[in-house]
């Protein structure tokens, strides 16, 4: 079941990398992001990351970035949900 958060995420995930439409419904936890999305790149990081904290309304640390976190979708969605619940 998507909640809200995953909802969000994927928006954010196509409209920073200017995904095709609907390419990131198909996306599930196992789904590759940084080194596998030739649009994740180390400078859409930094946009996307941006895009999070806006969105999401969260405040994302320095220290808590880390590659397993943009390794795949779920674990940036597990990093999201919790980031919020947080706020």
Known sequence: MQD???LLLRRILTDV???KQGQADGFDADTG???HLPELDSMAVAGLLTELE???DIVIDDDELDGEMLETFGGLLAFARS???EA
Request: charged fraction near 40%.
């Open 17 to 19: 990398l200017g995904l």
């Open 54 to 56: 806006d969105r999401l």
């Open 83 to 85: 980031k919020r619940a």
């Open 4 to 6: 809200d958060t995953d």
């Open 33 to 35: 992001l940084f080194g």
